[in-house]
């Protein structure tokens, strides 16, 4: 299963939307175990005033076919946002190389123009959350984010339900990348995300589930489009671009510095049911080898690699509001704080880190496990030093030379048995841990 087919994804974007017909149910021949993604019931299609289309620009003497008339367009709003995408926005995701930073700015627009609507949908989304930020009281933007954001996932969905072909697995992916980059960016402008509890109407924070939805399902696109995309120059210069894998699978070892949560595992593990202990085990384990990863890593964004290549059993117990898993949770966003000025990460590592503090009771055992995160979180010193980080990564950087394995390698292994209905669960669920997927470069 897909995870942008959680309501939680894009929840916000349905106050943007008008309800529309359902999606017909997915195809079930893309590939054996995973199901292709459907919308949230609660996003749709944008109204005839929501949403634009640059295929339906008016064309001289009637020469061309009828526009789309469903689709009217506002061509001031949406020249204005492909020049903020073509002129800024490529360039805050995160690119690492020349190859890259002219895919995002160059190759993804010539795609979109070919036809790929879902494609220039989810790009001109993001262009408007780039522009909302900075113009937070545009009401205008803030219809735009929603409407383009409601209108690519509901094309990209109905495409995914047709079938991944050679002729638009690449946009499929890229669009992918840009729905994950959506739902990361979304949570900034939801000031208050929060949930009423009891009947006093207090506010509780609530757990940021959307960035592993969108991150998960970025992972299951990518394995099920994997034998039409493996020889794609675009998507193996996003992938390379990473980088290299180097996951060391003990975190219980003397050098793993968020070995510590795991202390106590057996103890919950002994009231786990019996068919969930090792998808348990093995989730807790792989979240914290890929922190220790991130950790020690000298390129920020490295950290974003966590929800991504989390397992699904991880991001269930996540859900569950296990203490465990909120303390990861909590160490992930401070790994983020490196990032802090770029304009969709902003203050992220503390207001989720604290969010996350506050979920836990006044005498908690897991206190001491939130001593680094908070300090992290309320850091104000500029460049946090190694001594308060943890380590130096640079010095670590040039300790490990390695090759270690590349994201390809992973990919291979999870498109190979995800696609085979012989492969057993356990098989699966390694190659799920094994794959390291980060669709933002």
């Known amino acids: ?9 894009l929840d916000e974007l349905a106050t943007a939307a008008t309800p529309s017909a359902t999606t017909p149910p997915p195809a079930s021949a893309q590939a054996a175990s995973l199901s292709v993604p459907q919308p949230s019931p609660s996003v749709s299609s944008p109204s005839q005033t929501q949403a634009t289309s640059m295929a339906s620009q008016p064309q001289p003497n009637g020469a061309s076919p009828e526009p789309d008339t469903s689709r009217p367009v506002d061509r001031l709003l949406e020249l204005r946002l492909l020049h903020q995408y073509t002129t800024s926005t490529c360039k805050t995701l995160l690119t690492n190389s020349p190859a890259t930073h002219d895919i995002w700015q160059k190759a993804v627009p010539d795609m979109a123009f070919r036809g790929k609507t879902y494609l220039a949908d989810a790009m ?3 262009a408007a959350l780039h522009l909302r930020s900075q113009e ?19 094309a990209y969905v109905e495409t995914l339900n047709n079938g991944i072909t050679a002729d638009n697995a690449e946009a499929l992916f890229l669009t992918a990348s840009l729905i994950a980059f959506q739902a990361t960016a979304q949570r900034i402008f939801i000031k ?27 992972k299951t696109v990518v394995a099920t489009s994997w034998q039409w995309i ?3 120059n675009i998507v193996q210069a996003v992938i390379d671009s990473q980088p290299s894998f180097q996951l060391d699978l003990n ?45 020690k890593n000298p390129f920020p964004p490295a950290a974003l690699a966590f929800p991504a290549s989390v397992s ?7 859900d569950e509001k296990r203490p465990r898993s909120l303390a990861i949770l909590a160490c992930f966003f401070a790994l983020l704080k490196r990032m802090d000025s770029v304009w969709w990460l902003e203050d992220v590592t503390r207001r989720e880190v604290m969010g996350l503090v506050s979920l836990f009771e006044s005498g908690s055992p897991w206190w001491r496990h939130l001593e680094w995160p908070v300090r992290i979180a309320l850091w104000n010193g500029g460049t946090i030093t190694s001594d308060v980080w943890g380590v130096d990564y640079e010095k670590e950087a040039e300790s490990n030379t390695g090759t270690g394995d590349t994201m390809v390698s992973h990919i291979e292994l999870f498109s190979r048995l995800t696609s085979n209905p012989q492969a057993t669960a356990s098989m699966s669920a390694q190659a799920e841990l094994e794959l390291m997927a980060v669709p933002l470069d």
């Open 124 to 126: 001109l989304s993001v």
């Open 312 to 318: 699904r059993r991880f991001v269930e117990v996540v």
């Open 251 to 295: 975190p219980l070892g003397p050098n793993s510095f968020f070995g510590h949560l795991l202390e106590g595992l057996d103890d919950e593990l002994a009231n786990e049911s019996k068919d969930k202990v090792n998808a348990t085990s093995q989730g807790y384990f792989h979240a914290v080898s890929v922190l220790n990863w991130a950790h």
């Open 192 to 218: 208050d995300d929060t949930e009423t509890t009891g009947n006093n109407g207090a506010s509780r924070y609530t757990t940021p589930m959307a960035w592993f939805h969108a991150f998960q399902g970025v």
């Open 230 to 232: 493996r020889n794609s």
């Open 136 to 154: 937070p009281t545009d009401k205008a933007l803030v219809q735009a984010s929603h409407a383009y954001a409601a209108s690519a996932l509901a």
């Open 1 to 9: 299963m897909c995870d942008f087919e959680s309501p939680v994804v």
